[in-house]
């Protein structure tokens, strides 16, 4: 059974940084996307950034480009947000899930998108 577990949130200053990380058991990580999502107290969850299963393309939302970097080590089996720059806007409970998906590139607006891990908080404060 397809498991995703986050962790590496936590409390962080404006312009502060955090790495999120992805913990996948249970399936064939090249045969999968993984995708990072989020979702503030009162708001929608949102898509933030995907990475296709090889690695190989990767896609942000407009409003972490330049600041978040995806990336993924399939020996490992592990998913990482590298979160820079970090600003209030970013506060949330921060999710990853999987979809199968096959080298192609990732939408984060599929509604294919499942087996969500628990969350992580991520909470940018002065």
């Known amino acids: 059974q397809l498991q995703l577990v986050e962790s590496g949130g936590g409390l962080v200053r404006p312009g502060g940084s955090l790495r999120l990380s992805c913990a996948a058991s249970g399936f064939t990580p090249d045969y999968y996307a993984i995708g990072w999502f989020r979702q503030a107290p009162g708001k929608e969850r949102t898509g933030v950034s995907c990475?296709?299963?090889?690695?190989?393309?990767?896609t942000y939302a407009d409003s972490v480009k330049g600041r978040f970097t995806i990336s993924r080590d399939n020996v490992k089996k592990m998913v990482y947000l590298q979160m820079n720059n970090l600003k209030s806007d970013d506060t949330a409970v921060y999710y990853c899930a999987a979809i199968f998906l096959v080298q192609q590139a990732c939408d984060l607006a599929s509604e294919r998108w499942g087996s969500w891990g628990q969350g992580t908080q991520v909470t940018v404060s002065s």
């Open positions: 990475i296709s299963s090889l690695g190989v393309h990767t």
